[in-house]
């Protein structure tokens, strides 16, 4: 089903006046590039097959992901700026699925508790003249171990659901966190300097007068 377009306000194009699409359907994304002044003109989900490759690594699965979402996007919007993004939570070489049901939520957190884990967020921008750049960005994060009543509590939340690793950071779980090392949005779901970056780079502006340097 269609998305309903997120129109931008009276910010100004880049040169080309070219619109941006987000390949997401996650509303924290939406919400993290509102921070930094960046309206897209579309949010259009990536529905594409999500499944790991045998063998294959927590890094280069998020960088897939973030490419193939993009690619898929762009298919269907030429001359745009196309923004995928996807966010892989790891222990070691493993990486920790997307929690749908309360068990899967409960197997992830038994895994994360009283340990370090990564997360990678993948970023692909898809530009204009069909190059697509690309980043990864790793956070550590590091949770306390949980007690049972902790554990069960937070799983009668619900604020598990859908959440790669079964926990969303601006959520409940922000009390079991005690310490990350890297950048919060990441962990959120997108690494903010380096989409805003990519974005000035290309000449997409985000707001009016903004010139950021790299630094």
Same mark, same amino acid.
């Given at each position: 089903m269609a998305s309903r377009p997120h129109r931008s306000s009276a910010l100004p194009r880049n040169?080309?006046?070219?619109r941006?699409?987000? &390949?997401?359907?996650?509303? @924290?994304? !939406? *919400?993290?590039?509102?921070?930094?002044?960046?309206?897209?003109? =579309?949010?259009?989900?990536?529905?594409?097959?999500?499944?790991?490759?045998?063998?294959?690594?927590?890094?280069?699965?998020?960088?897939?992901? &973030?490419?193939?979402?993009? @690619?898929? !996007? *762009?298919?269907?919007?030429?001359?745009?700026?196309?923004?995928? =993004?996807d966010t892989v939570v790891s222990v070691g070489r493993r990486i920790l699925p997307k929690a749908l049901d309360r068990q899967t939520a409960d197997d992830c957190l038994a895994i994360l508790s009283g340990r370090r884990h990564r997360v990678t967020c993948g970023v692909a921008?898809?530009?204009?003249?069909?190059?697509?750049?690309?980043?990864?960005?790793?956070?550590?994060?590091i949770f306390k171990r949980l007690s049972a009543d902790e554990r069960r509590a937070y799983l009668d939340s619900g604020?598990?659901?859908?959440?790669?690793?079964?926990?969303?950071?601006?959520?409940?779980?922000?009390?079991?966190?005690?310490?990350?090392?890297?950048?919060?949005?990441?962990?959120?779901?997108?690494?903010?300097?380096?989409v805003s970056q990519m974005l000035q780079g290309q000449g997409y502006p985000l707001l009016k007068g903004w010139a950021c340097s790299d630094g």
């Open positions: 040169g080309h006046g070219a941006l699409i987000l &390949a997401s359907a996650s509303p @924290r994304r !939406v *919400a993290l590039l509102d921070q930094i002044g960046v309206h897209p003109d =579309a949010v259009v989900p990536a529905d594409i097959d999500e499944q790991v490759h045998k063998a294959e690594q927590p890094r280069p699965y998020a960088r897939r992901m &973030a490419f193939e979402k993009a @690619r898929h !996007v *762009a298919k269907d919007h030429p001359d745009c700026f196309i923004l995928a =993004a921008l898809v530009c204009p003249d069909g190059r697509c750049l690309e980043r990864q960005v790793d956070t550590v994060v604020d598990w659901h859908g959440k790669a690793g079964g926990y969303a950071l601006q959520g409940y779980a922000a009390a079991f966190v005690r310490r990350i090392s890297g950048s919060y949005s990441t962990v959120v779901g997108l690494p903010l300097f380096d």
